[in-house]
């Protein structure tokens, strides 16, 4: 649960506790002395299967996670960005040095590294029906001839 907000995978899993519960008090096919006087298994069926396609909803990233570096520096009481962020940690790393260099004795520097994900919130996500496919365009063998 990120930031107090269930995830897609936290209601799968108390949508499966409720499937086994009911499961537990079928007459027919139950373990429990308090059984219910109808068996309900096609709602636990039918729960589990709403389960399963938020799990499935939940293993769809709506963007990979992502690092990137920055340089920051020490000024009137607040560190402040020096450069743009770099997404690769060893350009990073070499833009600092070559700022250290520069300007190390005349303000404090620091590398740091942002990392950022993205969790889609359960009550926000269409069903799988209603997903949509990947975009696929239409191959064009005059494309290949022209070079784009």
């Given at each position: 649960?990120?930031?107090?907000?269930?995830?897609?995978?936290?209601?799968?899993?108390?949508?499966?506790?409720?499937a086994a519960n009911i499961e537990a008090r079928c007459p027919d096919h139950g373990t429990q002395d308090d059984a219910w006087t109808i068996c309900h298994c096609p709602v636990?069926?039918?729960?589990r299967k709403r389960a399963a396609e938020l799990r499935l909803r939940a293993a769809v990233q709506p963007f990979p996670p992502d690092s990137a570096w920055t340089i920051q520096t020490y000024r009137r009481g607040v560190w402040q960005r020096w450069l743009a962020d770099r997404h690769d940690r060893d350009e990073a790393r070499e833009d600092y040095d070559g700022v250290?260099?520069?300007?190390?004795?005349?303000?404090?520097?620091?590398?740091v590294r942002a990392d950022t994900s993205y969790t889609v919130e359960a009550e926000h996500v269409p069903s799988v029906g209603l997903m949509p496919e990947p975009l696929r365009l239409p191959y064009h063998p005059a494309a290949e001839e022209s070079g784009s």
């Open positions: 649960m990120a930031d107090g907000l269930p995830s897609l995978s936290d209601h799968a899993a108390v949508m499966d506790a409720q636990a069926e039918d729960t250290v260099t520069r300007y190390g004795d005349q303000w404090a520097f620091r590398l």
